[in-house]
């Protein structure tokens, strides 16, 4: 059964440093994978996904994430935060080899952004 | 393009009724899934329609359903509601036979029951 664990429900870091946020997935076969943002009172938005291309993925607002098969790993970073990217973050799975749209979510992780 | 919309976006109801919420996929796709998101349990997979066909089934009791009409719209209704059932209840569209494509999702119909 595929399953994602996003480590930390809560992160906090200061304006301009780094944001790190870590998502790690079992899955049987090769997945597809997604990083999902959601501002308050709205529904979610892509910032990147992974479908087998290349592996480190290029998303919007400037953040990336880089597959790590070895390491069942797909985290998300961002050089330097902004306030705006104060939100509730989501990684998800979705098996390649199946026609349906079952997303498997983490638990999500709450960025917030210090001036 | 128009994105994904959901109706209504507030509902409350009272346990033991039953609730409809709809939703209209971005013009030209044909598959609408439904998740449930709750402070406690987070994102979870309700089920999806691909062309008027329900394809996949999360993990929920039997009186949540749904279905898919000709122009890909799709319903959601829950019966004999209860109080566990207040949650935020998105709506996603894609136009890919096939995973692997971005899901658009909907702001949501948040639901209260009392």
């Known amino acids: 059964a595929q399953s994602v664990t996003q480590l930390g429900s809560h992160v906090s870091v200061s304006e301009g440093a780094l944001v790190l946020l870590r998502c790690n997935y079992s899955s049987s076969v090769p997945p597809y994978l997604f990083w999902y943002v959601q501002y308050p009172n709205q529904g979610l938005q892509l910032l990147l996904k992974?479908?087998?291309?290349?592996?480190l993925v290029k998303g919007i607002n400037g953040f990336e994430a880089e597959f790590k098969k070895s390491e069942t790993s797909f985290h998300l970073t961002k050089p330097s935060a902004h306030m705006s990217d104060a939100a509730e973050y989501f990684c998800?799975?979705?098996?390649?080899?199946?026609?349906?749209?079952?997303?498997?979510f983490g638990t999500g992780t709450r960025l917030k952004v210090l001036a | 393009k128009a994105g994904v919309t959901q109706t209504p976006r507030y509902l409350i109801k009272t346990r033991g009724q039953q609730v409809t919420l709809s939703c209209s996929p971005i013009?030209?796709?044909?598959?609408v899934s439904w998740y449930q998101q709750t402070p406690g349990q987070g994102l979870q997979f309700l089920f999806e329609?691909?062309?008027?066909?329900?394809?996949n089934k999360g993990n929920f009791p039997g009186r949540f359903s749904g279905r898919q009409f000709s122009n890909s719209r799709s319903e959601m209704n829950v019966s004999t509601l209860e109080l566990g059932d207040s949650a935020l209840y998105l709506c996603a569209s894609t136009a890919a036979a096939t995973g692997g494509e971005e899901q658009f999702f909907g702001p949501g119909t948040r639901l209260t029951v009392l």
């Open positions: 013009s030209g796709h044909r598959s």
């Open positions: 329609y691909f062309s008027e066909t329900q394809r």
């Open positions: 998800a799975v979705s098996p390649s080899t199946s026609g349906t749209y079952k997303y498997i």
């Open positions: 992974y479908t087998s291309a290349a592996t």
